[in-house]
């Protein structure tokens, strides 16, 4: 099991063919019983594990090519001082931009945690009926902000500081309640860590708001379910 520059190339060629593939059956998206959002959740997921095992299996099934492929392993391997490589000088950037974006993610959790611990100092006490309580904490905030959900471990539903009506205020419980039974919150983590390490290709950032809309949409769809 290795990794060779014409594997990674393989890899993000398919890549961009799922990626493709998806966009084409987004469209379709409940205009045919097969494409639902749950197929197109797993093709995301698919392509993660496409570009997270960028390896050269024993059982690996080779299929030649002439002119693409060795034109750009003769443009990676050629050298560029002593042994130093081209494909050395593009690792050694991937590697750089990877920690740099890792470091600004784990920044933008450091000041959500805080933001967290602030909120919970700060709470707007929201009155609701038995019928809406949850066992999640639910704060009301003077925001300029949808409803959302913050905290990975500890789960906190955030609400903007407006009037609800009790129909709105329990479709929006139910959904954000969703949004954390599911672990939406974990795959979303998932897929920014996942942008950290190929911060270059501009199709996972495509990726990720597709996937974004997607939760959104197979959430509204739970939601929904048992109404007509």
Same mark, same amino acid.
């Given at each position: ?35 639902n ?6 093709i995301? *997921? ?9 390896? $050269? ?42 920690? *740099? ?21 700060? *709470? ?8 809406? @309580? ?19 471990? @500890? ?18 419980l @139910? ?21 950290? *390490? ?20 197979r959430?509204? $769809? ?7």
């Amino acid at each position: 099991m290795e990794i060779s520059p014409t594997i990674l190339m393989s890899k993000i060629l398919i890549s961009i063919f799922i990626f493709i593939l998806q966009s084409i059956l987004l469209h379709y998206l409940n205009k045919r019983d097969i494409i639902n959002t749950k197929l197109l959740i797993n093709i995301s *997921i698919l392509f993660m594990l496409i570009l997270c095992l960028p390896f $050269e299996f024993p059982f690996t099934i080779s299929v030649p090519s002439k002119i693409i492929m060795p034109y750009f392993f003769r443009l990676l391997t050629l050298k560029l001082y002593l042994n130093f490589q081209i494909v050395h000088l593009i690792l050694a950037i991937w590697i750089t931009g990877t920690i *740099i974006h890792l470091i600004h993610l784990v920044i933008k959790y450091y000041k959500l945690s805080r933001f967290v611990k602030f909120c919970t100092r700060n *709470i707007i006490e929201l009155e609701i009926n038995d019928s809406l @309580k949850h066992n999640y904490s639910i704060l009301k905030l003077n925001i300029p902000d949808a409803p959302m959900v913050i905290g990975l471990f @500890k789960p906190i539903i955030v609400l903007p500081d407006l009037q609800f009506s009790h129909k709105e205020l329990e479709f929006i419980l @139910k959904h954000e309640c969703l949004h954390i039974s599911n672990r939406d919150l974990l795959i979303k983590y998932l897929y920014e860590f996942f942008v950290c *390490i190929y911060w270059w290709n501009p199709v996972v950032y495509s990726f990720r708001n597709y996937t974004n809309q997607l939760i959104e949409i197979r959430t509204d $769809e739970l939601a929904t379910n048992s109404y007509s």
